[in-house]
């Protein structure tokens, strides 16, 4: 907490950006809007640092030609859960990134990881949380009946899919929806509100 205190001051005064890592495991589109919305001078998180857990992650690519460091680490050379978080958390302070986004990063973190990024670490979800928890939130919500889902930025907590809401965005579900063109118009305010909240995130927490 004084750490992050410090870290804020120290901003403040050098008006320097937010540090930001992002960790995914596969398309990245969530990533690629995070970067495409740092770009902007004004915007207060500068990505500089993309994890994946799997080498033939889509979005790695684009980061690199972002210019933007990329590490692979992958979860299959470790023997247990906190062995591997504990790989990233080393690239991630390495770097200095203040703040981790998850997306689309299809690992659980351990307890350790967790809170070691408490209140530092978000992640978005396919729905109106806390409805449809899990990886199978757009069907379920479909299957559910449902007229409207959405999506929910939230910070990670030890419970999955449970930390406090950060911003979501209500999505129709149409009566011809299937689990594809429901989840790419979900995916469409995803790509809005996931920089939006780490914007605002990054001022009221640091600045
Ligand atoms: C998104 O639907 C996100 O909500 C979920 O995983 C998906 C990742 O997509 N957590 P992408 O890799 O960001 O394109």
Redesign the pocket.
């Known amino acids: 907490m004084i750490g992050t205190y410090i870290m804020a001051i120290i901003n403040k005064i050098t008006m320097q950006k937010i540090k930001t890592a992002i960790l995914?495991s596969?398309?990245?589109?969530?990533?690629r809007a995070l970067v495409e919305a740092a770009k902007n001078q004004d915007y207060p998180a500068e990505i500089v640092l993309v994890i994946s857990n799997k080498e033939t992650a889509q979005?790695l690519e684009f980061a690199r030609q972002n210019g933007i460091k990329t590490a692979i680490v992958n979860h299959k050379n470790f023997a247990t859960r906190q062995d591997f978080d504990q790989a990233m958390a080393k690239i991630i302070d390495e770097n200095n990134c203040q703040i981790i986004c998850?997306?689309?990063f299809m690992r659980l973190l351990s307890e350790w990881f967790v809170d070691k990024y408490r209140n530092r670490m978000i992640?978005?979800?396919?729905s109106l949380l806390p409805d449809f928890k899990g990886d199978k939130a757009v069907a379920d919500a479909l299957n559910a009946g449902v007229k409207q889902s959405g999506?929910t930025v939230h910070f990670v907590t030890e419970e999955m899919d449970a930390g406090e809401i950060i911003k979501q965005s209500v999505v129709e579900v149409l009566q011809d929806d299937t689990v594809e063109t429901l989840?790419a118009r979900?995916?469409k305010q995803?790509h809005i509100i996931y920089p939006e909240s780490l914007a605002l995130i990054c001022n009221k927490i640091f600045q």
């Open positions: 995914i596969g398309r990245g589109s969530n990533m979005g998850l997306a689309g992640n978005i979800h396919p999506c989840a979900i995916l995803e």
